[in-house]
Each structure stands twice: as C-alpha cells, then as structure tokens.
C-alpha cells in the first residue's frame, strides 16, 4: 500500500537537510507525483522512448532510480529484446525496498540494482541512460564529469532522457514558476507549511540550473543534438542523442 507523504505536515523546530532514507522510502511515491508537475508522464515517456532506442544486447541505466518507476517502464517496453537494465542509487533503503517491489513483479532477473554513487560507476556499452530528478542532487563540480562518462559510456544512437527542476535566468519568471509549482504542490493536497518546510529541506540539497546550462554541459560532454521534450513549470525533461 502506497503511504501519503506528511513527513512535513507538523511544525519542525530546525529543519534537517533532505535524505533519502527510509522514512522518505515509505512515502516516496505519492511524494513524487504530488510534487513533481508532469512526473507520471515522464516516467511512461521514458518507457516509450526505451521502446525506440533501446538496443538488443546492450546496457541500459537508471541513475538514482530510487523504487524503479523508470526502470519498471523500460523493463515493460522492452520485454521483446535482450538487454541489461542497471538500476542505481545510493540510498540503501531505496535500494532496499525496489528490490523487494522487483521480487514481486517478477522482473528482478533482468534488472540489475546496484546501490552505488552514479559519480563511480562505470558506463558502457549503454544504449540507453536516465536521469530522471536525480543531477540536481548531484554536486554542480561534479555534473560535468558525470555527463562526460555518460557520453563516452553511450554507443551511438544511443540517448539520455534528464529530467531536472530548472531555475530560469529572469528573476520574475524564476519567482512566477515556484509560485506556479506551490499552487500546483497545494492543489495536490500539501499545506501551506509542508510547501514551506520541504523547501528548506531542499535549500542546500536540491541545486537546480537553468535550462541553458544543462544544453551547454550536454553540447560540452559531446553531444550534438540535444533540446527539451516536456516542460510542465519549472519542471523540465530534455533528450540527448549520441551521433
Ligand atoms: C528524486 S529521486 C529520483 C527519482 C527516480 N529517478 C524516479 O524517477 O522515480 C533522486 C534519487 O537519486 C538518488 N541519488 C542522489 N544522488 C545520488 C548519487 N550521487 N548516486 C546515486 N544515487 C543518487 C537518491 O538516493 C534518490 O533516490
């Protein structure tokens, strides 16, 4: 059973930085989907995409897949082909727990879960790599590395679906897209100090860039044809393609 999110729902006297620990684990889908504009789309989005470029015999990875969603999507719309799906994240009790949600689906023979940092891991033979909400927890000195490992770890055709929360360069868009992403968030049930506490959870943990940056990192690692595919906000999910 899916538990709802009030992890921030009373008055928290100093409020902690954001972990991914087991009491976000218990709650952390309908986390997601109340808080991420357009998430559920992105996630069965990345399963068509998998359809299309997914290649027989080659390695396909989810990067801080926390429970799956994404791998789960790929692993559905790929049943037809031969190809090794690597689910890592660095939180043992997200690790944890999609184990036991694999197990139950009877997918866990053709899905590696690895709990690892994406900063260590060795990409290749890769036809696909997601990064869906998980670079912008990334530490920014550390981003251009990682994409650099990516581009080199793809074949080519190969892709990367990265989804981010994005910042924009204009202060009063930048300001009009949060409030946006807060009335989307009350809407979806989350009170006024939930909003509030789960954004100083985020302050120093979430570091969001603009949509320019990411294209420049993408273009900088190698790639020659990259752009966004869906935007809901400041909610923003780009595909990059390896010639
Ligand atoms: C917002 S969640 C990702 C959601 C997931 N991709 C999905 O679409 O459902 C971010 C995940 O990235 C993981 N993570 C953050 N930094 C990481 C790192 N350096 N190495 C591995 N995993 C990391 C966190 O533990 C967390 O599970």
Not at 87 to 116: G, K
Not at 142 to 161: C, E, K, T
Not at 204 to 230: I, Q
Request: hydrophobic fraction near 45%.
């Amino acid at each position: 059973m899916i538990e709802r999110d009030n992890l921030f729902a009373r008055p928290l006297g100093t409020i902690a930085d954001f972990v991914f620990d087991e009491h976000v684990v218990n709650v952390f889908p309908d986390m997601i989907k109340r808080s991420v504009p357009g998430y559920e789309t992105i996630i069965a989005m990345t399963g068509t995409l998998a359809e299309r470029y997914v290649q027989e015999g080659s390695n396909c990875y989810d990067l801080g897949s926390s429970l799956g969603a994404s791998t789960l999507a790929i692993a559905r719309n790929t049943r037809d082909r031969r190809a090794n799906l690597v689910a890592v994240d660095n939180s043992p009790a997200m690790i944890a727990r999609c184990q036991t949600l694999l197990r139950s689906q009877q997918l866990s023979d053709r899905i590696t879960l690895e709990c690892a940092d994406i900063r260590d891991l060795t990409i290749v033979n890769a036809s696909m790599v997601v990064l869906n909400f998980t670079l912008q927890f990334v530490p920014l000195a550390d981003r251009d590395g990682l994409m650099s490992a990516i581009y080199n770890g793809l074949n080519p055709g190969g892709i990367l679906v990265l989804s981010e929360k994005v910042r924009f360069a204009d202060e009063g868009l930048n300001k009009l897209m949060i409030e946006l992403h807060h009335s989307f968030k009350r809407a979806n049930g989350y009170s006024e100090l939930e909003v509030s506490q789960k954004r100083d959870a985020l302050e120093n943990v979430l570091l969001p860039e603009t949509l320019g940056a990411h294209k420049a990192r993408l273009e900088k690692a190698g790639f020659s044809c990259a752009d966004v595919w869906f935007q809901c906000f400041n909610f923003a999910s780009l595909i990059a393609i390896k010639d």
